[in-house]
């Protein structure tokens, strides 16, 4: 298995991992069983858009037109970064 997404893939943060508001560090983290991630902004910018429904080209298009940004370059960093999630089982994709 690949952990490269495809343009139509559309990626979800499965049960028991999800995005929230750490007041104590005060910054926005993934929570997964056992495990807290600390998020930069652009990780949150990224996760911020994932919901099971949206395709990743529609993701990049998000972001780059948020950030004005070509689409060119916004999406390796989006397939670097949700690879790297997916590789630990943090996001998964519906087809």
Do not use: C, H, W
């Amino acid at each position: 298995m690949t952990l490269a997404l495809r343009k139509t893939d559309r990626p979800y943060l499965p049960r028991g991992v999800r995005v929230q508001r750490d007041e104590k560090r005060n910054r926005t983290v993934l929570m997964a069983p056992e495990k807290v991630i600390e998020l930069d902004d652009i990780g949150v910018a990224i996760l911020s858009r994932i919901d099971g429904i949206t395709r990743l080209e529609d993701l990049v298009q998000d972001l780059a037109t948020t950030y004005n940004a070509p689409a060119e370059q916004v999406e390796p960093d989006v397939q670097r970064f949700l690879q790297a999630l997916r590789g630990r089982l943090y996001v998964m994709v519906k087809e």
